[in-house]
């Protein structure tokens, strides 16, 4: 079945740049999304169609993509950044949902 | 605002059903998708299926095909999913999500696809045990 993947972990100091990955065959033929979780609370969307973000995000989290691979950035990374981030698509037939493992952010 | 509202939590004992609400308030009802998605404890997100509020027409991941029942009464604004048969590794958070349209080109040909999901409703947690 179709995956995208994300690397486990990222861990950055207050302050500077972090960057999560989300790797898919697919991802060059449609949009992928992010949401942020912290412990306890629901998913809560930060980018959508690859860079755009939602009304009442930080302007410091933004998205790219480049051929397989999309990149959440976080610039400027602060201490109530540390969450869960998870990357979305769907499958190459564009009909079926597809969640990325995730991703934990710590800040040091 | 724009506000997902589920159902309390649930205990059941395995082989049972489950049966979770998702009342949906400050938009057009009909006029999105709705998914759903669980968390199993200390996991990541797996998406089930939608239901398109307007028809009523479903679309299960391959996973869920046979054991999972979207439905939806337009005249309260509420969907339900139900899951059959379960299992000690239902144990999770269920969550059902409002769905926007994305796209997927084929060829260079654009054509609908899956969306993002906001909002979330709050999670409802559904514990399988005997």
């Known amino acids: 079945s179709y995956e995208l993947t994300q690397p486990p972990s990222v861990s950055v100091s207050p302050g500077q740049t972090a960057r999560i990955t989300c790797s898919g065959d697919a991802l060059p033929k449609q949009y992928a999304y992010w949401y942020q979780q912290k412990p306890g609370q629901a998913p809560v969307l930060v980018i959508y169609k690859d860079s755009e973000r939602p009304s009442g995000i930080p302007e410091r989290f933004s998205g790219s993509s480049s051929g397989t691979t999309v990149t959440l950035t976080i610039s400027g990374v602060q201490a109530e950044d540390e969450a869960d981030y998870y990357c979305q698509s769907a499958d190459s037939s564009g009909t079926s949902v597809v969640f990325g493992g995730g991703t934990k952010l710590t800040v040091l | 605002q724009v506000q997902l509202v589920q159902s309390g939590a649930e205990v059941k004992k395995p082989g049972a059903s489950v049966k979770v609400s998702c009342k949906a308030s400050g938009y057009t009802f009909t006029g999105y998708y709705m998914h759903w998605v669980r968390q199993a404890p200390g996991q990541g997100l797996e998406w089930m299926g939608r239901?398109?509020?307007?028809?009523?027409?479903?679309n299960y991941a391959q996973k869920f095909q046979g054991r999972v029942t979207m439905t939806r009464d337009t005249s309260i604004s509420t969907a339900y999913m139900e899951l059959s048969r379960l299992r000690s590794d239902d144990t999770a958070v269920y969550y059902c999500?409002?769905?926007?349209?994305?796209?997927?080109?084929?060829?260079?040909?654009?054509?609908?696809?899956?969306?993002?999901?906001?909002?979330w409703g709050q999670g409802t947690l559904v514990t399988v045990s005997s």
């Open positions: 999500a409002r769905g926007f349209q994305g796209m997927i080109t084929f060829g260079g040909v654009i054509a609908p696809g899956e969306g993002w999901f906001d909002p």
């Open positions: 239901i398109n509020p307007n028809s009523g027409g479903t």
